[in-house]
């Protein structure tokens, strides 16, 4: 059973910066994918960054120069840095990993629980 614990979240005033965390345990094949996506309320949840084993690296335009993905993969862990906080980037945001290929070459998709970001003054 996969898991992914991912904490961080917090209230910050516009311009702060938070930084989160999300650490995969239990997987029994390679994570392929690690990274953050974003729901507000009202909203579909987006994408924020995702990182790939290989080294490539995706943001979305609206975080592009204010928010860093990085990874541990010797800890299974991703991080988030956060900053220049806008208002706009408040919401829940959730961890996800892709696992796989299993040993009938399918991949399995897995969310951590959500953690709370809020942007106000």
């Known amino acids: 059973q996969v898991q992914l614990m991912d904490s961080g979240g917090g209230l910050v005033q516009p311009g702060g910066s938070l930084r989160l965390s999300c650490a995969a345990s239990g997987s029994p094949y390679s994570i392929n994918v690690m990274g953050w996506y974003r729901q507000a309320p009202g909203t579909e949840r987006e994408l924020v960054a995702h990182i790939f084993s290989v080294g490539t690296i995706t943001y979305a335009d609206s975080v592009k120069g204010r928010f860093t993905i990085s990874r541990d993969n010797a800890k299974n862990t991703v991080y988030l840095q956060m900053n220049s906080l806008k208002p706009e980037d408040t919401a829940v945001y959730y961890c996800?990993?892709?696992?796989?290929?299993?040993?009938?070459?399918?991949?399995?998709?897995?969310w951590g629980q959500g953690t709370q970001v809020t942007v106000s003054s």
């Open positions: 996800y990993a892709q696992v796989g290929p299993s040993t009938t070459l399918k991949y399995f998709d897995y």
